[in-house]
Every structure is written in C-alpha cells, then in structure tokens.
C-alpha cells in the first residue's frame, strides 16, 4: 500500500464527506422539504453553480473515452473532446432565463415537473420517468465500478471492499445532504479537477522534455497520433464533428445537467456561471486529454486506458502529490455519482410518488420517503455494481444518447414554441429512443457519424409535424 | 412571463445558437484546414502542431473570451419570482 499518496487523497475525502454532511444542517429547518432537498432551494451563486454543472458533466466525457482513448488515439481525440467547450455556455444561455422562470412558475423540481405542466399528459411523465430511472440507473452503475476500480487500485485492497468503502461515502453525505451537499461537494470536485489537470499536465511536460520533445517523439513513433485523424486514420471529419451533437450541444437534454438550470438563485449568478463555466470546462477537457497524449511516450505500453492517468500521475509526481492530484479522477466520478442518484431518487418520489401514488403527502412523509429512496437505490447499486449485469453494461453504452435523443426536442421547443403539444412530445422521444436503439445496434455509423445524431434530427421533425398536425384535437381539449 | 422579459430570454438563447455555430466553424476550419496535410509539413506554435493549437488552444481562449463579452455586454437581468397576480 502506498501511503504517502493515499494519506492525501483520503484527507481529500474526509473534507468533501464533512461539507456534504454540514449542507445537510439546514434541512432540519426547512418548510419546503422536496425543494430543498432535491435543488437546494433554487439558491446556487454564479460559481457553485458552474463548478456543479462542470464537475456533474465533466465525468461524462469518460463515458467517450477520456484521457486513455486520448493515449491511444493521440491529438485527434483532444480535438474531439473539445467539442464540449460548448457546453459551458451553451446549456445556461439556451434553457437560460426562461426555464428559470417558467419551472419557478410551475413549482417544478425535476425536468420530468416541468413537461408534466407544460404538456399536461400522463403519457408524457411517465415516457419521461421510465426513461430517466432506466438509462440513469444504468449510467450510475457504471460510475460505480470505477469508483471501485480506483480504489482498488490505490488501496492494494479487493474489489468488494473498495466498492463498499465508495458506497457508503457517496450514499451517506447524498442521503442527508441532499442537492446542496451534492452541488456544494461538486464545487470543491470541480476545483480539484480544474488544479490537479493543470499541475499534472505541467509534471508530464517536464517528464517529457518539453512539448517540442514530446510531439517529436509521438510524432517518430506514429506520425498519424499528431494529426487530426487519430492513430489509425479512422476519426473521419464527419464522425468527430457528430459528438457537437452527443457531448456538445445536445447536453441541453440530460436531465442532470437541465435540473442545475433550475436551481440559480437569480440573473448574475447565471450570468456569472456562464463565464466560469466555459473556462473551467474548456480547461479541464483540454488539459485531461492532452495528458493523456503526452504520457504516451513517457510510459509507452499502458494497456488499460483507465490506469493512464493514476499511472502518469506517480510516475511523474512525489507520491504525496500524486495522492492529491489523483483525488480529480476520484471527484470526477463521484460528483457524477451523487447528481445520478439523487435525480433518479427525485424521479421516483416526486414524478412518480407525489404524481400518481399520494398526492397529498405530508412535509414528514415525503421527508422519510426521499431518504429511504435515495439510501434503497444506493444499496440496489451497490448490489448490481458487485456482480454487473449484461443488461447493465448494454444500457450504459447509451444511456446520454438515449436521454439525449429523448428529451431535447421536447424541452427546447417545449420552451420556445408555443404550438407545440403533448401528441408532438410523446411522437418525439418514442421516435428519439427507437430510433436510437435501433440505430445503435444494427447501424452504429450510420454515414460515418454517430448514432444520436440522426435520431436527433428525426425526432425534430417528428415533433413538429405531429404538433401541427394535432392543433385542432389540442384546441378541442380547452375548450 | 412579461413580454419583455420573454424577448430577452429568447434574443440571449439565440446568441448562444450563435457562439455554438461560430465556435464549431473556428473549430473545424483550423483543424481540417491546417492538419489535412502530411505530418512533416505541418509547421508548430509553442511545439505543438499550428492546426491544434489554432483549433483547440486558441480556439477556447478565443471563445473564453468572445463569450465573456457577450455576457457582459448583452445579457440583461430580469427577476425569477413573478408576482402571482401577474399573469
């Protein structure tokens, strides 16, 4: 066991584990139990809100590949990951000041909230909440094993364990902190992420020799991993461009990430997440994958991506240092683990429970029901992630493509055009998710791109057209 | 929502259309314009190759920048909590 670096990141741990248990002090006095505890009573500032969207979606890019694929592939797999700069600003000025206004106006707390009142169709909410729980649960799962993995491989100890230590650190501050434990734990994750990149990518640096050094010897080695097309030629222009789609702009859609929109406290915070976010976002994507590039020929042969960047980190760093820096991966998954498990917890209780089971809960009854919910799917987790499932794994694949291909459409012009109605959501994400699975299984590059993208595009015109084409059945409907 | 508020709302999401639509043009002119050649004709910036550091390096401080301008330029304030009576 390697103590000198696991001190650190376990002092790490504690400080993140101590804030998410302190945000959980002010639930106690709280009147409006499901506000507070599954958006923080709408009270994010400009900074805890980017660093939560950036730290919430920032692990997503691990779901793509992340710095191993970027040490496989080389520069053109850094050129892809920076289609997600536009997330930084792009999701806040898109859904922006009028979903903030309109999901206060609704009362909504979850994304699945704000269709419901805007479409007025069970069909609607429950589409949406099977398609949230399923592909969320999946996603999560996933998370897990990697929590595990880094554990495991830090700690010398076995896999079961280290998925227990990651269990219950995560459930314990989730269940009784609630969103503000989870978006103020992320703004501490969100730093880390944002320091330990840079220092590590300037350790690899001088590892290396300099960049020049670096890109020559990349360049000796495979001319091809300093070129836009990746070591084998194989990333056409097509198919990088088509993940402004998947991790770009169609992150507008994830419901992790649309739930943050609803949770400023005001304009200027929104203001001041939207210029923080496109940095902090635009600067981690870049140094972790140029990381990953730039450890190639400092340690050639690393079979396994996921064990580039611990391995980088303690080759090029003091152990102590390396401990610290190693907390970012460690942040990364576990701030996407905390947002997934409580919106899957608020899709159960309030989209489903408070919708169709009992309606007129009492402040106390929701209370016990969140928590037991949020601890329950934490224990189901943790059972699944010992022994995954096939299923899992398959669901997992596609989880932010299918949420994607889902939900865009109906959000976006849910908000932006008046014609649109229940009949044109519901054809939509039947259309997006079909068409998403389907494509995805049997023509995974459909012209060369990726699969989310034609669903994307076909869902669109599938929700105007049956828009339009229902008005008068609508209109009778008001009457 | 009042009426000005919901042109604000929708001008700033069309500027942020914009950026995403200027940002991938920047992005895919430098990278494909100066990388679609053989790798020992490409020329280099700071050691790394010009059409990454165009695309990736530049391109973000170039939008870090473009898009801290627009919101504080652009962007105007409204208030959240409508009064109920508004409607």
């Not at chain 1, 501050?173 to 590590?200: H, K, N, P």
């Not at chain 1, 056409?236 to 419901?255: C, E, K, M, R």
């Not at chain 1, 998954?333 to 159960?348: G, K």
Request: hydrophobic content about 55%; some cysteine.
């Amino acid at each position: 066991m390697n103590w000198e670096s696991l001190v650190p990141l376990i002092v790490i741990l504690i400080i993140i584990f101590g804030v998410g248990i302190w945000a959980g002090g002010y639930l106690k006095a709280s009147t409006n139990f499901a506000q507070d505890y599954f958006l923080g009573g709408r009270s994010l500032g400009g900074f805890v809100l980017a660093m939560t969207m950036t730290a919430t979606y920032g692990s997503a890019s691990s779901f793509i590949g992340g710095p191993g694929t970027a040490y496989n592939e080389g520069l053109g797999w850094v050129l892809l990951a920076m289609s997600q700069v536009a997330t930084g600003y792009f999701v806040l000025m898109v859904l922006g000041k009028k979903f903030a206004v309109i999901t206060r106006k609704y009362k909504a707390l979850t994304m699945v909230d704000f269709l419901k009142e805007r479409y007025q169709s069970k069909w609607v909410v429950i589409f949406s909440a099977v398609s949230i729980i399923v592909f969320l649960f999946s996603a999560m799962a996933a998370q897990w094993i990697g929590g595990a993995r880094l554990i495991e491989s830090l700690m010398g100890i076995n896999y079961t364990s280290a998925l227990f230590i990651f269990a219950v650190a995560v459930l314990i501050y989730v269940t009784v902190g609630g969103f503000r434990a989870v978006a103020l734990t992320d703004a501490i994750q969100g730093s880390i992420m944002f320091g330990g990149t840079l220092i590590l990518l300037i350790a690899v640096i001088i590892a290396g020799g300099g960049v020049p050094a670096i890109i020559a010897d990349l360049s000796a080695e495979n001319p091809n991993l300093i070129t836009p097309y990746g070591s084998e030629g194989q990333l056409t222009p097509a198919y990088v461009s088509s993940f402004w789609i998947l991790v770009g702009v169609g992150v507008v859609a994830l419901p992790q990430i649309a739930v943050r929109a609803m949770s400023y406290k005001n304009s200027q915070s929104m203001h001041r997440a939207i210029i923080i976010g496109t940095i902090v976002v635009g600067f981690i994507m870049l140094n972790m994958h140029l990381i990953g590039v730039f450890a190639r020929p400092i340690l050639p042969g690393i079979e396994v991506g996921d064990k580039v960047m611990p391995l980088i980190a303690l080759e090029v760093m003091p152990n102590w240092l390396a401990g610290i820096v190693l907390a970012a991966p460690m942040a990364a998954i576990m701030s996407t683990v905390d947002s997934l498990l409580l919106l899957v917890s608020s899709t159960i209780v309030k989209d489903v429970y408070l919708n169709y089971v009992k309606p007129d809960a009492s402040q106390q009854t929701i209370k016990r029901i969140s928590i037991g919910i949020t601890a329950l799917l934490g224990v189901i987790i943790f059972l699944m992630a010992l022994n995954p499932p096939d299923l899992i794994i398959w669901l997992n694949l596609f989880a932010f493509g299918g949420l994607e291909a889902a939900f865009i459409w109906p959000i976006v012009l849910g908000l932006y055009w008046e014609k649109g109605n229940k009949y044109g959501a519901l054809a939509s994400m039947i259309a997006g998710v079909g068409l998403y699975i389907l494509s995805d299984t049997f023509f995974p590059q459909p012209f060369g791109i990726h699969s989310v993208v034609m669903p994307v595009v076909i869902s669109f015109f599938v929700y105007v057209v049956v828009s339009l084409l229902t008005q008068k059945q609508v209109a009778k409907l008001h009457v | 929502m009042k009426k000005q508020d919901v042109k604000i709302a929708n001008r700033e999401a069309w500027i942020g259309l914009g950026l995403v639509v200027f940002n991938f043009v920047w992005w895919f002119a430098f990278a494909y314009g100066l990388g679609n050649k053989q790798p020992d004709q490409y020329t280099y910036i700071l050691g790394l190759p010009a059409w990454f550091f165009y695309s990736c390096v530049l391109g973000f401080i170039v939008m870090a920048i473009l898009v801290t301008i627009v919101v504080k330029k652009f962007f105007v304030a409204i208030s959240f909590d409508e009064e109920k009576d508004a409607e």
